[in-house]
């Protein structure tokens, strides 16, 4: 009996294994799908960085899902002489945050047109800034969005700000930099003077007494970011490593590469649910007839699913609707497919960027 359950257990276990096999190239092929319908850059210039899903990831990272948050300031607010279109953009930036709408077009335009994980030039690959302390900026502008485009106008001023999930802590405003200034240490300093608490779980315990005289200057964080190499934040005697994770050797984001690495490890843990004799889905097939299931994963205007070829059936991957517990299939839909994409593609701009695909 023993042996007859390790033989069905290695089976099931096998079948596991290449279901995330088929699941993972699914997830790559969705990816591929979602790029072409927002139009992001992806030249697919390098080999070893051609993944569609790692290229949709740093899209998604990125992309500020629309709800009301509260908006926190620096010391550096309010801002005194600054152009009254300045202000007004300000101001709009502010009234959208508050309000839950959509702020993504103000972002600068790396989001979707210039950043390309696969791009040959190095300083291309992602938002520096972001995957070094976390930090975005945005346009400030309250010029009507230009028909037909997703982008602001561009403006000669920009907000620096962290997102977070409850509050958009706004840093300081400034004339848009060159490169390197999008490198500057003082962006930090700001931010440990005024919230210290966002660099916290950053901070190395234990070291201190450091002089801040040896901290890099904005052209060696830019120098060293382009080539993947991250730098040490010294600030009153702290010492930091990059609040938003930093950058790998390939010059793109840590945080991205550790999400695909979650992600497949979620992919893993879904297969081996599915194969699950137990589970919902073998169930279901099994009353319908289905002996040799075919599984992978699809989109719907409902969400992604788990979707069986014979009995075409799709199963819709989602927790309990009155959980509040973050679960592991929460985490699984939000990296390839959160709402907002399924929100989007059911709209009409949507389905017309879709059809574009197709036709």
């Not at 969005?145 to 982008?151: A, D, L, M, R, T």
């Not at 194969?275 to 992604?304: A, F, I």
Request: charged letters at 25%.
């Amino acid at each position: 009996m023993l042996c007859i359950s390790w033989i069905l257990w290695l089976r099931n276990d096998l079948d596991a294994q290449q279901l995330a096999k088929k699941f993972q190239a699914d997830a790559e092929i969705l990816a591929e799908g979602f790029i072409k319908s927002y139009g992001l850059k992806f030249s697919r210039e390098l080999n070893h960085l051609d993944s569609p899903l790692f290229r949709w990831l740093d899209f998604v990272l990125r992309y500020v899902e629309s709800k009301p948050r509260r908006i926190l300031c620096s010391d550096m607010f309010p801002k005194r002489n600054l152009p009254k279109g300045a202000i007004k953009g300000l101001q709009h930036l502010a009234n959208l945050i508050t309000s839950g709408k959509d702020i993504n077009p103000y972002q600068g335009r790396g989001l979707i047109l210039k950043n390309d994980t696969s791009s040959q030039t190095r300083d291309k690959r992602t938002d520096l800034l972001w995957a070094d302390w976390g930090v975005l900026h945005f346009h400030l502008t309250a010029a009507p969005i230009p028909e037909g485009q997703f982008f602001s106008e561009p403006s000669d001023y920009l907000a620096f700000c962290i997102v977070e999930n409850e509050a958009v802590g706004f840093i300081d405003v400034r004339r848009h930099p060159c490169k390197k200034g999008f490198s500057d240490p003082e962006l930090m300093t700001i931010v440990h003077r005024c919230w210290p608490q966002y660099l916290e779980r950053s901070r190395l315990k234990g070291v201190s007494g450091l002089s801040d005289e040896s901290a890099r200057s904005m052209e060696e964080v830019h120098n060293l970011r382009t080539n993947g190499v991250n730098s040490f934040l010294k600030i009153d005697g702290h010492i930091y490593t990059s609040p938003g994770m930093g950058v790998t050797s390939a010059s793109t984001s840590t945080r991205v590469s550790m999400a695909a690495m979650r992600l497949a490890r979620l992919i893993e843990e879904l297969a081996r649910y599915v194969c699950n004799p137990q589970s919902g889905c073998q169930k279901t097939v099994l009353e319908r007839g289905v002996n040799d299931p075919g599984y992978s994963l699809k989109l719907t205007p409902q969400g992604l699913v788990v979707h069986e070829k014979q009995s075409d059936i799709g199963f819709l991957l989602t927790s309990s609707p009155h959980s509040e517990v973050v679960t592991w299939l929460d985490e699984l839909v939000n990296l390839i497919a959160p709402k907002w994409v399924v929100s989007y593609l059911a709209s009409e701009k949507g389905q017309v960027a879709v059809s574009k695909i197709l036709g």
